[in-house]
């Protein structure tokens, strides 16, 4: 996993990717990245996440950039 969309605002957490190695492209990009780091996700009724994507999805939402590293390492 090496290629990460990451959303415009995250500008800490698209920086500290970069310097541990991760490409990092705007969320718009997605299609070609191995994650997705958003600042929040839309949940339905059933309190289920959505999100229409096939590789995994990261809340940052209340998390600091070095947690969102730790959460991708996981992910390897």
Known sequence: MKTIAVED??????????????EVVRLSERRDADAVVVTGIDNNVLNMQVMDTKV??????????????ASLRQYR
Do not use: C
């Open 56 to 69: 995994p999805v990261i809340d940052a939402a209340g998390k600091t950039p070095e947690e969102i590293l």
């Open 9 to 22: 605002t995250l500008t800490g957490v698209r920086d500290l990717l970069q310097r541990n190695g991760y």
